[in-house]
């Protein structure tokens, strides 16, 4: 495929924005290359400004879990968007939303809308502190939380790719209250609990991991947590950005049967516009201003274009819950097909998957944390990346990230992805 108008647009772009990209993710850093500019998007396809047609398997890295320019959801955005598009006061869509959000996520009583995940987990973190007075989080090697400082400790998604899991610019005293566990590492957790007793306010977890490629819990690991968590009064905190309204309407606590104490959100939830929000019950969000001393706000937050995106979006979820199943089997499909075809071609791999979040990894063994998923080899898939995009299939431009399957997808879509994959494998 040709990419000149791509190559020539990211010229310009590189004179005046930093790397060329507005977040480090949309480089090619990891996979050499220039980033391919987008035209528009349609359903499963995105089309690029040399007038390539590419299916696409990152999907705005999760939100277009129903395709790109979902009617609904651009019909809704198009009619708010001519009675004004920000009032920084309340308007009775933003209720609509936390109604509907309340009523398909377990366990929560409030919401608060933010305007990104880095938002949500960072309030998220300053609410856990706040309630239960205590300073110290946990998070996990490779799971990523947003860009707020007390996450950029190892923390994976592009930081990973670019080899900056540690930020410069972080202070020591931030570092130090982060303590960092391994991923479905329980005996580890207990271990760092009991060094530091009675310091920690949370533990921050994705509960599949999305940031290291895809890495589901260990049976009994997010079980384990909660106990840990209840015997030492520490919140358990689920970052639901990639995995919320996507796994399960209710997400990864209804798919996996565990209550967490605060869950935050991003992506499906905007429905493509930026939105994050956090949730929990009455107690812990009550400690929140203006009733309680928590302080967090946003001029934009609760935007009317992001609110009406964002509730057209859980409506369909919600009225059309046969999706769940639908965009599992059509992973399921895929997981198989790309199974397959890497068995027939000798090539060595392991897929992980958790319903509709797959990635594939180039090393044998199981994958199930960060050092599992850093000994992938980070040469075969960079060829793969470029013969897929070769073949007009999109995956993300890094071995640290998870692919999201969209309903718009169809089986001659997969058929056609899978095929693709052969025909790279053979080159690889
Ligand atoms: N948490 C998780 C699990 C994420 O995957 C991301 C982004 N990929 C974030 C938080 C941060 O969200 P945002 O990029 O909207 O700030």
Redesign the pocket.
């Known amino acids: 495929m040709i990419y000149k108008r791509s190559s020539a647009l990211f010229s310009e772009a590189e004179k005046v924005i930093p790397g060329g990209v507005n ?1 480090p993710v949309r480089a090619f850093k990891g996979v050499g290359g220039t980033p391919i500019f987008v035209k528009e998007a349609k359903g499963a396809y995105l089309f690029d400004e040399d007038g390539n047609r590419l299916i696409d398997y990152i999907n705005s ?2 939100p277009m879990i129903l395709g790109h320019a979902h009617k609904p959801v651009v019909d809704a955005v198009v009619e708010k968007a001519q009675k004004g598009t920000s009032f920084g006061m309340p308007t009775e869509i933003e209720t609509k939303i936390a109604e509907l959000a309340v009523s398909m996520v377990p366990n929560i009583d409030k919401i608060r809308f933010v305007n ?6 960072m309030s998220a973190v300053r609410l856990a502190r706040g309630f239960t007075g205590k300073d110290k989080i946990i998070k996990f090697a490779g ?5 707020s400082d007390s996450f950029l400790i190892q923390a994976g ?1 592009g930081a990973s790719t670019f080899g900056t899991p540690n930020s410069p610019g972080v202070t020591q005293g931030t570092a130090k209250d982060t303590l960092l566990a391994n991923y479905n590492d329980i005996d580890n957790v207990k271990a760092i609990i009991e060094a530091n007793k009675d310091e920690i306010a949370c533990i921050i977890i ?1 509960p599949v991991a ?2 290291m490629g895809c890495i589901p819990p260990k049976d009994g690991f997010l079980q384990a947590l909660r106990t840990v968590c209840d015997a030492n009064n520490i919140l358990l905190i689920f ?1 639901e ?2 995995t919320g309204f996507r796994l399960a309407k209710g997400g990864a606590q209804e798919l996996f049967g565990i209550k967490a104490d605060i869950v ?1 959100f ?2 499906v939830i905007g429905g493509g516009l ?1 939105v ?1 929000a956090f949730a929990a019950r009455n107690e812990i969000m009550d400690y929140l201003a203006p009733v309680g001393p928590v302080y967090q706000a946003g001029t934009l937050s609760g935007n009317p274009l992001a609110m009406a995106a964002g509730l057209a979006m859980l409506n369909e979820l919600n009225t059309k819950s046969h999706i769940f199943d639908s965009i599992n089997e059509k992973t399921e499909y895929l997981h198989k097909g790309i199974a397959k075809v890497l068995s027939d071609n000798n090539i060595v791999h392991t897929i992980n998957r958790v319903g509709s979040m797959i990635s594939v990894h180039f090393d044998e063994g199981e994958v199930y944390d960060f050092t599992t998923a850093a000994k992938g080899n980070n040469d075969t898939f960079k060829n793969f990346f470029h013969g897929l995009l070769n073949e007009g299939v999109y995956i993300a431009p890094s071995a640290f990230e998870t692919w999201f399957i969209t309903e718009a997808l169809t089986y001659q879509d997969l058929d056609f992805t899978i095929n693709a994959i052969n025909k790279v494998a053979k080159t690889l």
Do not use: F, I, L, Q
């Open positions: 977040s890295w999760g990104s995940g880095t938002e949500a987990c799971c990523y939380h947003g860009h998604s994705e999305g940031n970052d950005v990639m935050c991003g992506k930026p994050g």
